[in-house]
């Protein structure tokens, strides 16, 4: 038994890792955002409605382009065993929302194991270590693996994709591409077309091969998106293409807000690599092996910016073959330390994994108090129970619904709630809402009871701490003054 711990702590000590901060976070912060809220309603109506579609949040609030259901699916039946257990225990099914983002987190890093074997047997245990090293340093990869947007279903199977190419199946690799791009991201597409041209130009690939070996994968890819999600929209459709004719074609994306060309390079990547993005360009000119892999990830991220409409969760999926290269550097500096020149550079690299870590740990902290509605509401749960009402119903603004309230949040009877959009506030007073969740200070017929604050910025100053978070009041609780049993609870006051 006592041999058994080593060998297994050899195997999955970096899992245990990585995985713990993943979880952590997901403790920390279980709460999620708009990005992420088609993925998570439909996570809790395949968990509590199951066939009852009618019931399903996406048929009254569609979003502006539909998503596939079949990440979401894949997710649920993985957590539901779990979810069961929570149900019988009469536990709140904020413990579910948890349950379903540890297992995403799950499927998402035994990719990414795959691909870290991968890493070992073509780089050594050495850049292994310090892939996992750089990926443990940063925030934004570990954070974002949990969290149910379409871009990390996509990067669960590009990792995949990147594995196999290591491996040399080559065909198999454009084929985990094709399905990502197919059914979780059409901007995948960016991804796929430079790999497929190197691998045609260095003749590791035949063209007639990639029509033989892909055509296939990528219809029965596409019936199958098509058919599920047509069942769960109740109408003919594949989704990834409308997001494609909306975001590409009619180029109606950019109404979200626009970045500079040069936006990824100087803002998304220096946040997301961290330590990694100095490294990951000496890896590529130390190295000759890494750039035939970094190249068309690189490609990837240069095409992108050509889009006006930026994010940093676009191009999540460059993060970890440009941790490699850095992994490759890091790796080469370390071996040549007792060398004059390469000392000052491992010093330097040092320095900069504990910058990285100073930047996580902000990073954190900022997005610790950037779900403000979803503490909102659990407060609102733990304080604002009425004795003697049969029902306590709460309307959710769209600031609310956006900042951190799932459908996970909600609890069961007495408890209702509405999302209802468009009410001006001078007609709140003549609805029969008991509480209001809102962004909005004072309201007509209703007292402000409770505050939760959020991130607003950070402060840099000369003493210590040399940065500061700022938060300020980001939402309000507020009650009904026609209830008088409100008013006799012991409330924090918006003051």
Same mark, same amino acid.
């Given at each position: 038994?006592?041999?058994?711990?080593?060998?297994?702590?050899?195997?999955?000590?970096?899992?245990?890792?990585?995985?713990s901060?993943?979880a952590?976070?997901?403790?920390?912060?279980?709460?999620?955002?708009v990005?992420?809220?088609?993925?998570?309603?439909a996570?809790?109506?395949?968990?509590?409605?199951?066939h009852?579609?009618?019931?399903?949040?996406?048929?009254?609030?569609?979003?502006?382009?539909?998503?596939?259901?079949i990440?979401?699916?894949?997710?649920?039946?993985?957590?539901?065993?779990?979810?069961v257990?929570?149900?019988?225990?009469?536990?709140?099914?904020?413990?579910?929302?948890?349950?379903?983002?540890?297992?995403?987190?799950?499927?998402?890093?035994?990719?990414?194991?795959?691909?870290?074997?991968?890493?070992?047997?073509?780089?050594?245990?050495?850049?292994?270590?310090?892939?996992?090293?750089?990926?443990?340093?940063?925030?934004?990869?570990?954070? /974002?693996? *949990?969290? !149910? &947007? +379409?871009?990390? $279903?996509?990067? %669960?199977?590009?990792?995949?994709?990147?594995?196999y190419?290591?491996?040399?199946?080559?065909?198999?690799?454009?084929?985990?591409?094709?399905?990502?791009?197919?059914?979780?991201?059409?901007?995948?597409?960016?991804?796929?077309c430079?790999?497929?041209?190197?691998?045609?130009?260095?003749?590791?690939?035949?063209?007639?091969?990639?029509?033989?070996?892909?055509?296939?994968?990528?219809?029965?890819?596409?019936?199958?998106?098509?058919?599920?999600?047509?069942?769960?929209?109740?109408?003919?459709?594949?989704?990834?293409?409308?997001?494609?004719?909306?975001?590409?074609?009619?180029?109606?994306?950019?109404?979200?807000?626009?970045?500079?060309?040069?936006? /990824?390079? *100087?803002? !998304? &990547? +220096?946040?997301? $690599?961290?330590? %990694?993005?100095p490294l990951?360009?000496?890896?590529?000119?130390?190295?000759?092996?890494?750039?035939?892999?970094?190249?068309?990830?690189?490609?990837?991220?240069?095409?992108?910016?050509?889009?006006?409409?930026?994010?940093?969760?676009?191009?999540?999926?460059?993060?970890?073959?440009?941790?490699?290269?850095?992994?490759?550097?890091?790796?080469?500096?370390?071996?040549?330390r007792?060398?004059?020149?390469?000392?000052?550079?491992?010093?330097?690299?040092?320095?900069?994994?504990?910058?990285?870590l100073?930047?996580?740990?902000?990073?954190?902290?900022?997005?610790?108090?950037?779900?403000?509605?979803g503490?909102?509401?659990?407060?609102?749960?733990?304080?604002?129970?009425?004795?003697?009402?049969?029902?306590?119903?709460?309307?959710?603004?769209?600031?609310?619904?956006?900042?951190?309230?799932?459908?996970?949040?909600?609890?069961?009877?007495?408890?209702?709630?509405?999302k209802?959009?468009?009410?001006?506030?001078?007609?709140?007073?003549?609805?029969?809402?008991t509480?209001?969740?809102?962004?909005?200070?004072?309201?007509?017929?209703?007292?402000?009871l409770?505050?939760?604050?959020?991130?607003?910025?950070?402060?840099?100053?000369?003493?210590?701490?040399?940065?500061?978070?700022?938060?300020e009041?980001?939402?309000?609780?507020?009650?009904?003054?026609?209830?008088?049993?409100?008013?006799?609870?012991?409330?924090?006051?918006?003051?």
């Amino acid at each position: 038994m006592a041999s058994k711990s080593p060998q297994l702590l050899r195997s999955y000590g970096y899992d245990l890792l990585l995985g713990s901060i993943a979880a952590f976070y997901v403790f920390a912060v279980p709460y999620t955002k708009v990005e992420e809220s088609f993925n998570i309603q439909a996570m809790h109506d395949i968990l509590y409605h199951r066939h009852r579609l009618e019931n399903y949040d996406h048929l009254e609030f569609p979003g502006v382009v539909p998503r596939t259901f079949i990440g979401a699916l894949i997710v649920s039946i993985l957590a539901s065993p779990i979810v069961v257990v929570i149900n019988l225990l009469q536990l709140s099914k904020i413990y579910a929302i948890i349950s379903v983002r540890l297992v995403l987190g799950c499927v998402v890093l035994s990719t990414l194991r795959f691909f870290r074997i991968q890493v070992r047997h073509k780089f050594g245990h050495q850049v292994e270590a310090f892939f996992v090293i750089l990926t443990a340093l940063q925030f934004h990869m570990l954070f /974002y693996c *949990t969290r !149910a &947007l +379409p871009n990390i $279903l996509a990067l %669960a199977v590009v990792n995949m994709g990147y594995a196999y190419w290591f491996r040399g199946n080559f065909y198999t690799a454009l084929n985990c591409l094709v399905y990502a791009t197919v059914v979780f991201r059409c901007d995948m597409l960016l991804l796929l077309c430079p790999l497929a041209l190197e691998l045609l130009l260095t003749k590791s690939i035949s063209l007639w091969g990639a029509i033989k070996y892909c055509i296939g994968p990528a219809l029965l890819s596409i019936g199958f998106t098509i058919m599920v999600d047509s069942i769960m929209w109740k109408r003919i459709l594949w989704p990834e293409f409308e997001v494609f004719w909306f975001n590409s074609v009619l180029n109606r994306s950019s109404e979200w807000g626009t970045h500079s060309f040069h936006w /990824y390079f *100087t803002s !998304a &990547l +220096p946040r997301s $690599l961290l330590a %990694a993005y100095p490294l990951f360009l000496l890896g590529v000119l130390i190295d000759r092996r890494v750039l035939i892999f970094v190249l068309p990830v690189f490609s990837f991220i240069l095409l992108y910016s050509k889009l006006p409409h930026k994010e940093l969760r676009f191009i999540i999926s460059s993060v970890p073959m440009l941790n490699l290269s850095a992994a490759v550097a890091a790796n080469r500096i370390y071996n040549n330390r007792k060398k004059t020149l390469w000392k000052f550079l491992n010093l330097f690299m040092l320095g900069l994994f504990f910058i990285s870590l100073g930047c996580t740990i902000v990073f954190f902290l900022a997005s610790y108090d950037n779900y403000p509605s979803g503490n909102a509401l659990k407060d609102l749960h733990q304080i604002g129970h009425l004795n003697n009402t049969n029902e306590l119903w709460v309307h959710i603004d769209t600031f609310s619904a956006m900042n951190g309230i799932s459908r996970f949040c909600e609890n069961d009877s007495p408890w209702r709630y509405s999302k209802e959009e468009g009410i001006p506030l001078e007609e709140f007073c003549r609805r029969n809402f008991t509480y209001l969740v809102s962004e909005q200070f004072a309201v007509d017929g209703f007292k402000c009871l409770h505050y939760v604050s959020g991130f607003s910025r950070v402060r840099l100053q000369s003493s210590l701490p040399p940065i500061i978070l700022v938060k300020e009041p980001k939402l309000y609780i507020h009650g009904n003054t026609k209830i008088k049993d409100i008013m006799q609870i012991n409330w924090a006051g918006c003051s």
